[in-house]
């Protein structure tokens, strides 16, 4: 079954410092891996997705296969940075269903 | 366009009364998801859709539940007999293709007293 876990359900980190967010899964076939993030009385949108590569407002993240995981990287941290995040699974065969983990939520203090 | 709208925003309801949520996805979007958030917790896959074709349900999805694309548009999620326990934020979202990125909506609060 797919499966994905966040540890942490809240983070706080000082301006500046670096931060890390977990996420692990489970899934046997190929996965398409995301991280979504909701600012407060925002909807729901993508940070970005593994497929990319990308670094979007200075967050990366690399998927690990070998340890099912794909922790979210900052840096540096910034105040703005303050929000929920989810990081989800779309299975890629067998239908394009998605499974989200219960979300970390990062507080950034001055 | 101005992005998954959802309507309503919020609805109050008394146990045992039906309730129908609609959902207009991004123009041109070919696949439509519905999910439910409880506190605490990530968004719960119910059913997706591609085009008018609803091709998955989530076992937590009871018979109580019915979701409907009927052109392959809007999308409309139907609870019945409402209960205490379906009190949660439900989600819509729509994606061009399959694997890819997901648009979300506001969400529409559901209170069932």
């Known amino acids: 079954a797919q499966r994905v876990t966040q540890p942490e359900k809240l983070l706080s980190v000082f301006k500046g410092a670096p931060v890390e967010l977990k996420c692990n899964y489970s899934y046997s076939g190929s996965p398409e891996l995301f991280w979504y993030v909701q600012y407060s009385r925002q909807r729901l949108q993508l940070l970005l997705r593994h497929i990319s590569r990308e670094s979007i407002k200075g967050f990366t993240a690399d998927l690990n296969k070998g340890e099912t995981s794909f922790h979210l990287k900052k840096p540096f941290a910034q105040e703005e940075d303050s929000a929920m995040y989810y990081c989800?699974?779309?299975?890629?065969?067998?239908?394009?269903?998605?499974?989200f983990g219960a979300g970390t939520r990062l507080f950034v203090k001055a | 366009d101005t992005g998954v709208s959802q309507n309503p925003r919020h609805k109050i309801t008394k146990r045992g009364q039906n309730v129908t949520f609609r959902c207009d996805p991004i123009s041109e979007h070919n696949r439509l998801y519905w999910y439910r958030q409880t506190l605490g917790q990530g968004p719960e896959f119910l059913t997706y859709f591609q085009n008018e074709a609803q091709l998955e349900k989530s076992r937590l999805l009871s018979d109580r539940f019915s979701a409907e694309r009927p052109k392959g548009s809007f999308s409309t999620l139907e609870i019945q007999r409402t209960e205490q326990g379906d009190s949660a934020m439900y989600l819509c979202a729509s994606s061009p293709l399959g694997a890819d990125t997901q648009y979300f909506g506001p969400g529409t609060r559901l209170t069932v007293l």
């Open positions: 989800a699974l779309t299975r890629l065969t067998g239908g394009f269903k998605t499974i």
